[in-house]
């Protein structure tokens, strides 16, 4: 039971990822924000990832489970629409297969999380589903219809007509139901109905939302009140839902005070899974990627320092601060501009958030696992965007990996590493991120790493000098002695925490 409700899963995510970034194109309504193929995505990704974690076999289990999971991972406006629409279809689904009451549990779900129901919306679409299907129509049918009723959307909603393009929301529903469908008859996904090669200048330049920031937080408790909430909340903003049950509620928002609406959700119960968006910022970007053709590939780093930030974007990368978020991964990613973007996290504590990133992303990103800023800048120097994606990401790993890479550090605290004794504050040196040696002063430790590299034949040595580096003239007086054929580069990264980061090739 489990593997075929997956595998219908599976299919919707296959089918929202494929049109993400053209749904996230269309988003005009409610605000122009342009992240509704996304919001969509990543909720369907949320009852994909709780699936395959799941042991059950039980239908109501496997249900109750996807509801939860729906709501939990719920992003955006159209995201807690759609958690609605999966928990009503799913309630009706425990029970039985059959198609028609499941969409109508749906329809009536969606429309009651909405205070002030907009037709020529998904609300649209998943009720025109629901009578499609009550009418006999089998799962084509219904995407024939929803086909349908995406078209007719700028009909019933000027804000559409005005526009020149459909709703976003009513069209990333009907491309669920057809990767469901495609699931189901076990056939390959489908192409989407054709969309026009350009938005009209009128579904781009549209006028910022009435509120900058789109809220989104959960709220736990053992006797929740969404009434109350949804009262207190009422007054900061509009774009309002508060839905789930007495233990569990998620809450949407659009504000300007987005303190305040978390400060109402900690007066009822505890609060996790926050979200906060700049919609005007949103707005903006979606109107730069309307405007300016995209190029073929981008490449997106991270790095901490300003000399090390300019070094990879005179390499062409785009580039991320240290340590950063899954979301400001998945801005940068999106901000690139590109039909494919390759990622270099440079850091192999951000690999995680860099590959997370790179699947919530509305264009396709690609993770190279680089766990160094040497190892990110060695590929930098391989890259060609008027290469294809996999000839660019075989030479930029070739590029990483054929250089050997080293660091000055200064020891937090005594210990022993490999038979190394290190004592806190001594400056330590470290090549392929293992300590080397503990050295009293920073030009031996520097010398120990550079020595090291160079034990085998490399010949280009390059030093990035970080934040407050102590002077390299007598290290780079001992390179030329004793290796006169090594060319030397020399950088100010600015890097916190590495006084001097090398590498070798």
């Not at 929301?169 to 495609?182: F, H, S, T, W």
């Not at 390959?188 to 006028?207: F, N, S, T």
Request: charged residues 25%; glycine residues 8%.
């Amino acid at each position: 039971m489990r593997d075929r409700v997956l595998e219908l899963a599976r299919g919707a995510l296959a089918a929202i990822e494929a049109a993400r970034a053209r749904i996230d194109d269309l988003n005009v309504y409610p605000v122009p924000d342009g992240d509704t193929g996304s919001n969509l995505a990543q909720t369907v990704r949320a009852v994909v990832e709780a699936l395959e974690a799941s042991e059950t076999e039980t239908r109501e289990q496997l249900a109750r489970e996807a509801a939860r999971a729906a709501l939990l991972g719920a992003r955006g406006n159209s995201g807690v629409i759609l958690s609605q629409i999966v928990g009503g279809a799913a309630g009706s689904l425990a029970l039985s297969d059959e198609l028609a009451p499941a969409l109508r549990a749906a329809s009536d779900a969606a429309y009651a999380a909405v205070r002030n129901p907009v037709e020529g919306t998904i609300l649209t679409a998943i009720r025109e589903l629901a009578e499609e299907a009550e009418a006999g129509g089998d799962l084509e049918a219904v995407v024939a219809r929803g086909d349908d009723c995406v078209a007719r959307t700028p009909s019933l909603l000027s804000v559409l007509a005005q526009a020149g393009v459909v709703d976003a929301g009513a069209a990333g529903l009907v491309e669920i139901v057809r990767g469901i469908a495609a699931a189901a008859r076990g056939e390959p996904l489908p192409a989407p109905p054709a969309a026009p090669p350009r938005l009209a200048e009128a579904a781009i330049h549209r006028q910022l939302s009435r509120y900058r920031y789109c809220t989104t937080f959960l709220v736990e408790g053992d006797d929740l009140d969404r009434s109350v909430l949804e009262r207190e909340l009422a007054e900061l903003g509009d774009s309002l839902l508060v839905v789930g049950d007495r233990g569990l509620v998620k809450a949407h928002v659009h504000t300007d005070d987005p303190g305040r609406a978390l400060s109402l959700g900690v007066a009822q119960g505890t609060i996790a899974g926050v979200e906060i968006a700049n919609m005007h910022a949103q707005t903006r970007e979606r109107e730069h990627r309307l405007l300016v053709p995209q190029a073929p590939l981008a490449a997106v780093a991270v790095a901490e320092g300003n000399g090390n930030r300019r070094l990879l974007e005179s390499l062409g990368a785009h580039v991320v601060g240290g340590n950063p978020s899954t979301g400001e991964l998945v801005a940068a990613i999106d901000a690139a501009n590109a039909d494919d973007v390759i990622v270099l996290p440079n850091d192999r504590n951000v690999i995680l958030a860099a590959e997370r990133a790179a699947a919530e992303s509305r264009v396709p990103a690609h993770v190279l696992p680089t766990e160094t800023l040497q190892a990110g800048l060695a590929a930098m120097v391989a890259f060609n965007r008027e290469q294809s994606v996999a000839r660019n990401l075989d030479e930029m790993r070739s590029a990483a990996a054929a250089i050997l890479t080293g660091a000055v550090a200064v020891a937090a605290r005594d210990g022993e590493h490999n038979g190394v004794a290190i004592r806190r504050g001594q400056w330590l040196a470290l090549v392929e991120g293992e300590p080397l040696a503990g050295e009293a002063s920073f030009d031996d430790a520097a010398r120990a790493v550079v020595e090291r590299l160079l034990a085998e034949p490399h010949g280009v040595l390059t030093l990035l000098a970080g934040e407050g580096s102590p002077p390299l003239e007598a290290l780079l007086a001992a390179v030329a002695a004793g290796h006169p054929d090594v060319e030397v580069e020399v950088y100010e990264g600015g890097q916190p925490h590495f006084p001097l980061l090398v590498s070798a090739e």
